[in-house]
Every structure is written in C-alpha cells, then in structure tokens.
C-alpha cells in the first residue's frame, strides 16, 4: 500500500484540485481525502505494509498518457526497445503508452501484435498497440482489423506513411466504426515532398532543399476530415503541424465530426529555426515550420482544437542522426522532456493552466482510446505522477536507448519526483539511467 500525504492533488477529468492524501491498495486508489492518517479505519491497517510519500509542494496528478510512441520493436532494438522505452516513459511520468505499428515486421499481423504486448507486460508502466491499417504498412490492402483488434490492438494507423488511396481510407474508417476503435493518420502526401524532415521555406533554401510543403498536411488532413464526418468514424490527426490544418480541425470540430488532433511538443516549442541550429536533431516529419504555425497549434490547444498532447517518441542511434540531413532518418525523441516542456513553453507562459495541460496529456488521451486511465478517483487505477512544478531541470542524461532530440542540454520547468504505476513505484528521482549521456 502507498500512502501519498499532503501533495496538491489535480484531477483533469473532473477539474478539481485540493491538497490532500491518497491511498492505494493493490493497483487501485483505495481513500482520497484530507488526514486520511487520522481516521480510524486508516489505524487499524497494518503499518508495516503501507510506503509513506510525502508530497507536500509538489502535484499528485493521473499518470501521463501517450497515444504516440515508437519502440522500435520488434526489429530495430538497438534504436530502443519495449523495456528500455517504457524506463524512459516512465521516467517522463507516463503510466500507459500506446506502441504505433511501424515495426519490423509491421504490426498487421496477431502474431506481432501478441509479441509486442506480451513483452511489455514486464514493463514498469502499462504498454498497448496499434495495429496496421495496411499489410506491410504498404498502403495497398488492409489488415484483418477485427482480428488484431481481438488481439489487443486499442486503435489502427500506418503512423510514418500516409495513405494515398481515398477510397481505402474510407474503407478503413468504416470498419474501425464498426469495431468502436479510433483510427489515426500520418497526413503527409508525398507528392509536396521533395526532401523530408524540413519545411519547404527560408531554412530549407538555406540548406539548398526544397523541403515538404505545407500542403502535404493541409491536403490530406482536408480529405480525412470530409471522410469522417460521411462514414462517422473516430478519427485521429497525428503530430500536427501547420495553421491551416487547426483550423480544418476546428471548423470539424464545431460541424459534429468525431475528429481529434495532436500537438506534439516539439512542434509547439520550436520552429523551422532550429534545423539551422540543431541540424538533423531537429529534422522530423512532418517538419517544424514557421512561427505562426507555433503560434496557431498554441491556440488550437487553448481552444481544443487540439485535444491531445503526444510526443510521437522515435528513437534512432547517433550514427543513423550523424548522416547527411538528407540522408538522416526523421524523428526524435520525447517521452522524457514532454511535460517539463509543457510547463514551460504553456504553463508558465500562460498559454494553459496546469490542469488544461494535464487534460491533454491524461483524460483525453485515455477517453480516445478507451483506457482506464488519466483520472484520480476512488476505485481507480493507482496510476500517477508526481512532479515540482517550479524547480530547474537540464536534460543531459536518458533512460531511453537513444539521444537524438534538441532539448538536450536545455534547463527546463519541473522534475519528475514520482511515477507510480498500478501501486508500484515506476521510477523515483535520482535513479540511475542505462542510456547515453549525450
């Protein structure tokens, strides 16, 4: 049992928030309330079986919830693996993540899935999957979707590839309708690609590239959109990135479709600036672009617009990033600094109150994908983290395998006191990390 005392307690999905204590008995929340240590049926539990946590000064919130990870297993362990990416989730205050497909081999089949959620069952957090919507994430004909669904799969996506073929995007949506599951696409169409991981513009032209152009986005997100609001489906815009496509999601949004949409911290921390900065570490699809784009994915998650926070986590080794940047691989990772960033860049810049971050990176991912989930309640999941909200944190060490992200070095808002999956601590500050140091 975990007795949590005095920490500023936050529940996103209900809005309140109050000093006060919790109690966990196995992986469920057993009491929440004020001095719980002076009630009499707290009394005559056994003491030897209760771990103290005094959390005066910090926040006790849900534990965070990423819809978006790549772990890179199987197939490309050295980049990361199921463990090692749930350390480093659990080190950035994640209890549940859900593994996108673009494995090797890909995710389209029952066997791979099991594989994937067997192995993360070792895992300190809880670990689900996508499955593929495509076979071969080729784009061509779809997976058995009821069939991976019964294997565990939470939701569908080709993440990292797009699909060009309408009428198969339709067919997608309608099944995944069917089996009650949400459906989320990569929105890059490939013909206003000339070079990946770059913004079509200024820096590009520095750089001697062409880059991708904005409408790569705009004109895929404009077609999925239509196609949910005909088939009714439950659809999910990865990693957005451009004002154009908010404000699509917006105008969905308010005519009734079922349409989500995630930001991800680096693109609303960074812009097309920093790839003159941090060269291939901040090469990633799709590209960081200008400052009004920054500006409007801010406002879309003021607004809700944008609903879900997600770090699209995509490791990759230091001789992969090394390469020429049109040669390096897209991506970095995320799931250690996304809330310090979210602190920082919204939260202590009045951009979102705590709890409206919170919401982005706890219930609304959780009420997507139907996880229990992103709240604090009795009889809930003992999942949480503990945080200071106030403190300095530099980045220069990580539990994930990999290195490759731009906020190395940079001192943010907040540290990760506590992460506590199922009544089980998952990570405690100051534990020592099995990634590089740099």
Same mark, same amino acid.
């Given at each position: 049992?975990?007795?949590?005392?005095? @920490?500023?307690?936050?529940?996103?999905?209900? =809005?309140?928030?109050?000093?006060?204590?919790?109690?966990?008995?196995?992986?469920?929340?057993?009491?929440?309330?004020?001095?719980?240590?002076?009630?009499?049926?707290?009394?005559?539990?056994?003491?030897?079986?209760?771990?103290?946590?005094?959390?005066?000064?910090?926040? %006790?919130?849900?534990?965070?919830?990423?819809?978006? %990870?790549?772990?890179?297993?199987?197939?490309?362990?050295?980049?990361?693996? *199921?463990?090692?990416?749930?350390?480093?989730?659990?080190?950035?205050?994640?209890?549940?993540?859900?593994?996108?497909?673009?494995?090797?081999?890909?995710?389209?089949?029952?066997?791979?899935?099991?594989?994937?959620?067997?192995?993360?069952?070792?895992?300190?957090?809880?670990?689900?999957?996508? @499955?593929? $919507?495509?076979?071969?994430?080729? =784009?061509?004909?779809?997976?058995?979707?009821?069939?991976?669904?019964?294997?565990?799969?939470?939701?569908?996506?080709?993440?990292?590839?797009?699909?060009?073929?309408?009428?198969? %995007?339709?067919?997608?949506?309608?099944?995944?309708?069917?089996?009650? $599951?949400?459906?989320?696409?990569?929105?890059?169409?490939?013909?206003?690609?000339?070079?990946?991981?770059?913004?079509?513009?200024?820096?590009?032209?520095?750089?001697?590239?062409?880059?991708?152009?904005?409408?790569?986005?705009?004109?895929?997100?404009?077609?999925?959109?239509?196609?949910?609001?005909? #088939?009714?489906?439950? %659809?999910?815009?990865?990693?957005?990135?451009?004002?154009? +496509?908010?404000?699509?999601?917006?105008?969905?949004?308010?005519?009734?479709?079922?349409?989500?949409?995630?930001?991800?911290?680096?693109?609303?921390?960074?812009?097309?600036?920093?790839?003159?900065?941090?060269?291939?570490?901040?090469?990633?699809?799709?590209?960081?672009?200008?400052?009004?784009?920054?500006?409007?994915?801010?406002? =879309?998650?003021?607004?809700?617009?944008?609903?879900?926070?997600?770090?699209?986590?995509?490791?990759?080794?230091?001789?992969?990033?090394?390469?020429?940047? #049109?040669?390096?691989?897209? +991506?970095?990772? =995320?799931?250690?600094?996304?809330?310090?960033? +979210? *602190?920082?860049?919204?939260?202590?810049?009045?951009?979102?109150?705590?709890?409206?971050?919170?919401?982005?990176?706890?219930?609304?991912?959780?009420?997507?994908?139907?996880?229990?989930?992103?709240?604090?309640?009795? +009889?809930?999941?003992?999942?949480?983290?503990?945080?200071?909200?106030?403190?300095?944190?530099?980045?220069?060490?990580?539990?994930?395998?990999?290195?490759?992200?731009?906020?190395?070095?940079?001192?943010?808002?907040?540290?990760?006191?506590?992460?506590?999956?199922?009544?089980?601590?998952?990570?405690?500050?100051?534990?020592?990390?099995?990634?590089?140091?740099?």
């Amino acid at each position: 049992m975990l007795y949590i005392k005095n @920490g500023l307690c936050m529940d996103p999905k209900t =809005g309140t928030q109050r000093i006060c204590d919790i109690l966990t008995a196995g992986d469920r929340i057993l009491r929440i309330g004020e001095n719980l240590a002076e009630r009499e049926d707290f009394k005559k539990l056994p003491r030897h079986e209760i771990q103290t946590i005094d959390a005066e000064g910090y926040i %006790v919130a849900p534990g965070l919830v990423d819809v978006h %990870v790549h772990f890179r297993d199987p197939g490309f362990p050295e980049k990361e693996d *199921i463990l090692s990416g749930a350390a480093a989730a659990a080190a950035g205050g994640f209890t549940s993540v859900i593994m996108m497909a673009n494995t090797k081999p890909a995710a389209d089949q029952t066997d791979i899935l099991r594989y994937m959620l067997e192995k993360g069952k070792d895992a300190p957090i809880r670990i689900y999957a996508c @499955g593929a $919507v495509t076979k071969d994430l080729a =784009g061509g004909e779809l997976t058995d979707l009821a069939a991976l669904k019964e294997a565990g799969a939470v939701g569908f996506t080709d993440d990292g590839k797009p699909l060009a073929d309408a009428e198969l %995007v339709r067919k997608t949506m309608e099944r995944c309708r069917e089996l009650g $599951v949400p459906v989320s696409f990569h929105e890059e169409d490939q013909t206003y690609i000339r070079e990946s991981g770059v913004n079509a513009g200024e820096i590009a032209e520095k750089l001697g590239l062409a880059g991708a152009d904005r409408e790569a986005e705009i004109s895929l997100i404009r077609r999925d959109i239509r196609l949910a609001a005909e #088939t009714g489906a439950c %659809v999910n815009i990865q990693h957005i990135s451009t004002k154009e +496509g908010v404000e699509l999601v917006r105008q969905a949004k308010s005519e009734g479709a079922d349409v989500h949409a995630e930001a991800t911290p680096h693109h609303f921390t960074l812009t097309e600036e920093a790839v003159l900065q941090y060269g291939t570490l901040a090469k990633m699809n799709p590209p960081l672009r200008t400052e009004a784009d920054k500006t409007a994915i801010i406002e =879309g998650l003021q607004d809700g617009a944008i609903d879900l926070i997600a770090t699209d986590h995509a490791p990759h080794t230091k001789e992969e990033k090394s390469r020429s940047f #049109t040669e390096a691989p897209s +991506g970095i990772i =995320g799931l250690e600094t996304a809330l310090a960033l +979210g *602190i920082t860049e919204l939260v202590k810049k009045e951009k979102l109150t705590m709890q409206e971050l919170l919401l982005k990176m706890t219930w609304n991912p959780a009420k997507l994908y139907g996880l229990d989930a992103g709240y604090l309640a009795e +009889g809930g999941p003992a999942d949480m983290v503990i945080f200071d909200p106030d403190c300095d944190q530099t980045f220069w060490k990580f539990f994930s395998k990999a290195c490759n992200t731009p906020f190395a070095g940079r001192t943010c808002k907040s540290e990760i006191e506590y992460t506590i999956c199922g009544g089980k601590i998952a990570y405690i500050k100051n534990m020592s990390t099995a990634g590089p140091e740099d």
